[in-house]
């Protein structure tokens, strides 16, 4: 996935069902970076589950990352997120 380089700052939400390959160090740390500045995040049915060991993405989904923690909490949750 090094290819996919969206340039997320040009939008003011992202709408995602995505659930394939991991994104790249550099596409996840954009994407956060967007987040914290006030990006829209709406996570949507699949997408929930498309990132697990992205701890990050896990926390503005709504799911806690962690052996004791439930598995999901949410199935979709919009808005954005200002404390990582």
Known sequence: M???Q???KDYDVV????NGEPWS????TAFVEYVKGGGGFACVHAA??????WPEYNQMIGVEV??????????M???AMTSL
């Open 6 to 8: 969206p340039q997320f």
């Open 66 to 75: 962690g052996a004791d923690a439930p598995k999901k909490m949410a199935h």
């Open 77 to 79: 949750c919009v808005g």
């Open 48 to 53: 929930d589950n498309s990132f697990p060991a």
């Open 15 to 18: 709408v995602s069902n995505y």
């Open 2 to 4: 090094t290819a996919f």
């Open 25 to 28: 160090a550099a596409t996840n």
